[in-house]
């Protein structure tokens, strides 16, 4: 009779016990919970009020636009090109200012007007490098590139049309200038055995030649019609000057 009852007190201490355990578990979960939600109130509470932190470091991030703002106006952002072959920096109305990307042959960098249309480009070429500045029209007006032997500029009029040129090879260097329908009118240029210079009528005749030779220098002037005229220059025994008359025949010289 008395073994039951002490069964039946220790089954009724034991769960005692349990329930007092849950309710201690309880309390431990409730306060863990309000503890975690002040956690994250503190942590929510800095951006809550405007705060915005001045460092953010990440080893990656992934975007399609990232926005630049003073004082709560937009100055500038950028942004993926619609070809997605690089990037655009815009300025606050949404407008292209410059393009950073790919082109066929590398890496490219475009400058825009006002009106979205490229007026400078840098990029890689076959040869090297390539530099290409245009009017707000489109028309090409200056190229700077580089050739498997050296570099050439090139400078055209509003028209599209090239004006000078400047080229230069392992050992020879050249300037041409052109009038307005691509006439050459002077020639400059220079190698191993010396520098030259020739000058063109707009009929593209050369009608004044300044050269050197294996004496020294010679200087040459003729007619339109490409008759010798006039010439000094230097031989084995010192200098020379002859004169022709308008049909190239020699009437004059000395010594």
């Not at 975007?63 to 500038?76: L, Y």
């Not at 400078?155 to 000078?164: I, P, S, Y």
């Not at 041409?176 to 400059?188: A, Q, T």
Request: charged content about 20%; some cysteine.
């Amino acid at each position: 009779m008395f073994g039951g009852w002490s069964q039946l007190n220790e089954n009724l201490q034991g769960d005692f016990s349990i329930f007092q355990q849950i309710s201690a578990l309880r309390r431990e979960n409730r306060f863990l919970k309000v503890g975690l939600i002040f956690c994250l109130v503190l942590s929510a509470m800095p951006y809550l009020t405007g705060f915005q932190p001045t460092v953010i470091r990440a080893s990656k991030i992934v975007t399609e636009k990232i926005e630049f703002v003073s004082d709560g106006e937009k100055v500038a952002s950028i942004v993926v090109h619609p070809n997605k072959t690089g990037l655009v920096i815009q300025d606050k109305n949404a407008k292209g200012l410059v393009f950073l990307g790919t082109s066929v042959f590398g890496g490219a960098v475009s400058v825009y007007n006002c009106d979205g249309k490229t007026v400078a480009s840098i990029g890689a070429f076959p040869d090297g490098g390539v530099i290409y500045v245009t009017s707000k029209d489109g028309k090409g007006l200056a190229l700077i590139k580089a050739l498997p032997d050296g570099g050439t500029i090139s400078v055209q009029n509003k028209d599209g049309k090239e004006l000078v040129s400047i080229g230069a090879l392992w050992d020879w260097g050249t300037i041409h200038v052109r009038n307005k329908d691509g006439k050459e009118l002077v020639s400059i240029g220079a190698s191993l055995g010396g520098g030259e210079i020739y000058v063109w009528n707009k009929d593209e005749k050369c009608v004044i030649m300044l050269d050197t030779n294996r004496y020294g220098g010679e200087i040459s002037v003729l007619t339109n019609d490409g008759k010798l005229v006039a010439q000094m220059r230097s031989d084995r025994d010192g200098g020379v000057i002859a004169v022709g008359d308008k049909k190239g025949r020699l009437i004059w010289s000395t010594p």
